[in-house]
C-alpha cells in the first residue's frame, strides 16, 4: 500500500508562482512513478508531468514547458512541481498519482492518488 501526501497549492495571481509537493510512504517500487494530473469540472484529467522517482528523469507536458519544473528529493520519494509564470486557464485541481509502471501511468491510470489539492488563478 502506497500513501500519498500532497501539500501546497491555493489562490495566486494571474503571472504568479505557486509549489505543488507529494510524499509517498509505503513500498517503493509501488511508486517507481510519480505524476502531476489537473482536472476542471466539465473536462477530462489532463497529465501535468511525470517523473522516473529513481533518476529524477522527468516529462513536462507542452501547455508548461517553459513555466513548470518537475523535480524529486534526495530521498527519492517526494515529488515537486514547480509552477511559474501561472494563468487563469491552470486553475483546476491537482492530483498527485503513482504507479510501478511508467506505461500506466503515461496513459492517465495510476495505482495510487492524492486526495488533490486546488489552484486557484486570478486574472
Known amino acids: 500500500l502506497v500513501q500519498l501526501e500532497e501539500c501546497g497549492g491555493g489562490a495566486v495571481q494571474s503571472g504568479g508562482c505557486l509549489m505543488l509537493?507529494?510524499?509517498?510512504?509505503?513500498?517503493?517500487?509501488?511508486?517507481?512513478?510519480m505524476g502531476w494530473f489537473r482536472q476542471v469540472p466539465g473536462k477530462e484529467r489532463e497529465k501535468v508531468a511525470t517523473?522516473?522517482?529513481?533518476?529524477?528523469?522527468?516529462y513536462i507536458d507542452d501547455f508548461g514547458q517553459g513555466r513548470f519544473t518537475i523535480s524529486r528529493d534526495d530521498d527519492k520519494t517526494t515529488m515537486n512541481l514547480r509552477m511559474t509564470v501561472l494563468k487563469p486557464e491552470d486553475s483546476a485541481v491537482y492530483y498527485c498519482?503513482?504507479?510501478?509502471?511508467?506505461?500506466?501511468?503515461?496513459?492517465?491510470?495510476?495505482?495510487?492518488w492524492g486526495q488533490g489539492n486546488q489552484v486557484t488563478v486570478s486574472s
Open positions: 509537493s507529494c510524499a509517498a510512504s509505503g513500498k517503493k517500487s509501488d511508486s517507481a512513478f
Open positions: 498519482a503513482a504507479e510501478e509502471s511508467y506505461r500506466t501511468l503515461w496513459e492517465g491510470r495510476a495505482s495510487f
Open positions: 517523473i522516473q522517482m529513481d533518476n529524477g528523469n522527468g
